[in-house]
């Protein structure tokens, strides 16, 4: 077997891509996408066909303004999310709006509005995660969806206390950014970590023993990767997300995958519980820079990439 399958003998395996195309090649059991991904794929020719079916859909709506554009978007994010199931047997993450990201009830009307335009699209609520930025607002808005049966996947996670706070909670799947923590501690300290050095790859393994030593149901999806090697070294996570060109060097390579994490060996470790009520959260997540930098910094990112497809969207009705 090549890498790739090898690796979904102790991993769930998920395509981070909005690009059908992806999907269809390397046989993801999930997908996920955000506003970034999105975005780029709404510039591919054959995928402007579904913001053109959002826009004409909505063009005769009695909304106007940053309502209707908020209308659209959720369509075509519906619209996507659609098309991927067809694809995957298993779930799609779909993204609020990270402006909403301090916003409680926002957050929560806007889950609750997301999964009853995919039933009304006649998708099961049982292949959507709604995807919210990771903050002690993020977690208290994916607390109340959870208990109404919306399951949620928290991302923009850096830190053990935010994971730990997601489990708490009862959040069905967090995704801590790999890849994003490298970038950080790289930069910091002006050099590269490889294999299990790598501190995103620490990062992600103090969680998932945390998890499985305390008995959590929360699913831990590593994502954001830079290479391969952090890809192997989290080889029996529960799941990670994977970009289609880190799957392609996956699916063309041959070396053997050793799996890395497993509860077995969690259960055997000696960590001392995080405590996650709220000026704990506050003060364990300021004390981490990197954290705190990187949480802030994924926020305004995906904010910018939000107002990039809300002036698409503005674009193509004044065009009409």
């Known amino acids: 077997m090549n890498t790739l399958d090898q690796l979904k003998q102790f991993t769930k395996v998920v395509a981070d891509t909005g ?6 090649e390397y046989a993801p059991q999930d997908a996920t996408t955000n506003p970034s991904l999105i975005l780029a794929a709404s510039k591919i020719e054959r995928y402007h066909s579904l913001l053109e079916q959002a826009v004409t859909e909505n063009r005769n709506s009695s909304l106007t303004g940053a309502a209707l554009v908020e209308q659209i978007t959720d369509r075509i994010l519906i619209l996507f999310g659609s098309e991927i199931l067809k694809i995957v047997p298993g779930r799609v993450s779909t993204e609020t709006d990270a402006r909403l990201a301090f916003d409680t009830p926002a957050l929560i009307a806007k889950g609750r509005q997301l999964i009853a335009l995919y039933e009304k699209h006649g998708v099961s609520r049982e292949r959507v995660l709604i995807k919210i930025a990771t903050t002690w607002e993020g977690v208290r808005a994916a607390e109340q969806l959870q208990k109404e049966g919306i399951k949620c996947n928290l991302t ?27 970038d950080w501690y790289k930069k910091a300290e002006n050099k590269e970590f490889t294999g299990a050095a790598d501190p995103g790859v620490i990062s992600t393994s103090a969680i998932y023993n945390y998890f499985k030593k305390y008995g959590h149901k929360t699913e831990v999806m590593g994502a954001s990767f830079r290479n391969t090697g952090q890809i192997l070294e ?87």
Request: a neutral charge; aromatic letters at 6%.
């Open 234 to 320: 989290l080889a029996g996570c529960d799941l990670l997300t994977i970009s289609p060109k880190l799957l392609g060097e996956l699916q063309k390579s041959q070396e053997k995958v050793e799996r890395k994490l497993s509860p077995e060996a969690a259960q055997k470790m000696d960590i001392p519980k995080v405590p996650t009520d709220e000026k704990s959260f506050r003060w364990l997540l300021n004390e981490e820079a990197m954290a705190t930098e990187k949480l802030s910094e994924g926020i305004r990112l995906f904010a910018a990439d939000s107002r990039k497809l809300d002036q698409r969207i503005t674009e193509m009705l004044a065009a009409k």
């Open 19 to 24: 690009d059908f195309g992806s999907l269809k």
């Open 156 to 182: 923009l996670l850096f830190s053990l206390v935010q994971a730990v706070a997601c489990a708490e909670a009862g959040i069905q799947l967090i995704s801590p950014f790999v890849g994003r923590i490298y």
